[in-house]
């Protein structure tokens, strides 16, 4: 006798669509709170921006010459909404950040944030901790950061921000 045969399924697995039958248990009455606040943000930090506007944020960052190791970098979309990573210079990244895959600290004011810094194959990124350290900011699109290393023992880089708002 033949044993039959059982075909397993693949895929996702479909959620339920009738929200009556979903546990009341799990707490989910702060998410429409949370994804508009998060959708707020994000068209918050969306500029339409002048050429103009754009280059006085710019010059007003090459001003600025710190006496520590730095960088600079003009914000893009994808360097702030969620999910995004930043990527560092490269020249940056192999003389400083060579072998980094931890958090390190990024400073603005007196606070500062973790930030997870992975480098590999001549390249670092932020990733994990960098939209929450945007958000918190109000970094936004076309905004200029000077990265400034104050430690290389703890990794901390302070950030000064030029913002493209401050120069209207």
Known sequence: MA???????????KKNPNPEEVNSSTPRGN??????KFYESASARMR???????????TAAKTYEPTNPFFRVVMRPSYLYRGCIMYLP???????????????????????WPVRCLYKAG?????????????ENNIGEVDVCVFELLSTRDF?????????????
């Open 3 to 13: 044993t039959p045969k059982i075909l397993k399924k693949r895929g996702r697995i």
């Open 31 to 36: 998410d429409s709170e949370n994804r508009s």
């Open 48 to 58: 339409t921006v002048t050429a103009e506007e754009r280059e006085r944020a710019i």
């Open 90 to 112: 490269s020249g940056f990244a192999e003389k400083y950040l060579s072998g980094i895959s931890s958090f390190i600290k990024i400073q603005l004011g007196e606070k500062q």
């Open 123 to 135: 390249r670092a990124k932020f990733s994990q901790g960098w939209y929450e350290f945007t958000l």
């Open 156 to 168: 901390v880089l302070k950030v000064t921000a030029f913002r493209v708002n401050q120069y209207v």
